[in-house]
Each structure stands twice: as structure tokens, then as C-alpha cells.
């Protein structure tokens, strides 16, 4: 079992319709990090928390610590928010990032 | 520059021969990753360093694999003798002093025929 779970791994939606990716963890971490991977480009942080709710514009994530899970929502989809969304966890004692395996996703218009 | 850079962008090489890449990170940060993500893949860590301490290289597949990182600045990760398996993007992050968040470079892509 991987240390980082992500769900679903592909996810196809109509824009504006609210999008909700799940990350659950196994192991003890000091931050969790939500990445953005577009086709062909680089990775983009997009979120890093070790508790709480977090908000950029039309992304939010939360995170339980004593649930050891994290989702990562989107208002408003938009075609151009179609891309690989990443969870990682920055392993406790430890500078390493563990990535789930990804999360698919791609918004019609 | 303003960001991680990495070259070369590609890499096509024969099974046998070495390869080095390269990454610069942002100025100022004292922390550099490298990361492999293979097709089909998740991300994987390969080896951590933090300012003048010894590097954390637990996440090197085997001993084929090398990096070194000179002056605090300037990353090489070497391949000797490289695979079929190694094909992947090699991602190199920096991260600074004040927060946790990295950040990526654009990878090198590298095939092995």
C-alpha cells in the first residue's frame, strides 16, 4: 500500500461544477502539499499546510491531521484547470516529499 | 534567473553511456532536490541536500546513480552506464530557509534507447 493515497485517479467534469480531490496519508508528516502538473509543463506548488484550510482564488484545501486526509476543492471549474493534480506529504523528520500517484483531471467546456 | 532551471531539456542517449544532468537552483536556496517521474508513474525521490550537510541519498534506485552539488549552488545527477529503465523526467526543487514550499524546475527528459 502506497504511503500516499489519491482518489479518484482520473476525473472528468463540466465547467463550473465543483471538484473535490482526496488525499489520504499513513504516515506522520510535518506539511502536505498540493501540486499542478498541465500537459508537456512543470510542477506548480500550489498549496503547502500542516493544518486547517487554506484558500487561493477558486482552490481550497483542507487538511485533518487526526484523519490523516487532505481535499483539494475547486469552485467554478474551468477548462484551463484541466491537469494532473498532485498530493504530496513531507515525511516527519525528514526533508523528502512522498507524492500520491496523482489525480487526472480534465474539465469540458 | 528567477526560477529552477534545468538543461538539457532532453536527453536521448544509448544503453551504456553516462549522462549528466544539470540544475541551478534559485538564488539564495539552501535546499535542492531531485525528483524522477517515469511513465505512467508517480513522483520519486532520489536525493535531498541541505546547505553543507551530507546528502540524504536514500531515494538513489541503485549505484549507477549519482549527484553532487557544488558550492551550495549548481546540482549534477549522473547516470552511469544507463538503462532502459531509466528513461523518466528528472525534476530538480529548490527550497529556501524561511518555508517549506519548493519549488520545481521544468525536468529533463530522458530516453534511453
Known amino acids: 500500500k502506497n504511503e500516499v493515497e489519491q482518489s479518484p485517479q482520473n476525473l472528468t467534469a463540466q465547467e463550473g461544477e465543483f471538484i473535490t480531490i482526496n488525499c489520504s496519508y499513513s504516515v506522520g508528516i510535518s506539511a502536505l502539499h498540493w501540486l499542478q502538473q498541465h500537459p508537456g509543463g512543470g510542477i506548480v506548488s500550489l498549496f503547502m499546510l500542516s493544518s486547517g484550510k487554506k484558500k487561493h482564488g477558486r482552490l481550497i484545501a483542507t487538511i485533518n491531521i487526526q484523519e490523516k486526509h487532505s481535499s483539494l476543492h475547486i469552485t467554478a471549474s474551468h477548462p484551463r484547470d484541466s491537469a494532473v493534480y498532485i498530493c504530496?506529504?513531507?515525511?516527519?523528520?525528514?526533508?523528502?516529499?512522498?507524492f500520491g500517484q496523482g489525480t487526472r483531471l480534465t474539465i469540458n467546456p | 534567473g528567477a526560477g529552477v532551471s534545468q538543461s538539457p531539456s532532453n536527453k536521448v542517449t544509448e544503453k551504456g553511456k553516462d549522462v549528466e544532468l544539470r540544475c541551478d537552483p534559485i538564488?539564495?536556496?539552501?535546499?535542492l532536490y531531485w525528483y524522477r517521474q517515469s511513465l505512467g508513474q508517480g513522483l520519486e525521490f532520489l536525493i535531498y541536500f541541505q546547505g553543507n550537510s551530507a546528502p540524504d541519498k536514500s531515494g538513489l534506485p541503485s549505484d549507477r546513480f549519482s549527484a553532487e552539488r557544488t558550492g551550495g549552488s549548481v546540482s549534477t545527477l549522473t547516470i552511469q552506464r544507463t538503462q532502459q529503465e531509466d528513461s523518466a523526467v528528472y525534476l530538480c526543487?529548490?527550497?529556501?530557509?524561511?518555508?517549506?514550499?519548493?519549488?520545481f524546475g521544468p525536468g529533463t527528459r530522458l530516453t534511453v534507447l
Open positions: 538564488s539564495g536556496h539552501t535546499a
Open positions: 526543487a529548490s527550497r529556501g530557509v524561511r518555508y517549506n514550499e519548493q519549488f
Open positions: 504530496a506529504v513531507s515525511i516527519q523528520g525528514a526533508q523528502k516529499l512522498v
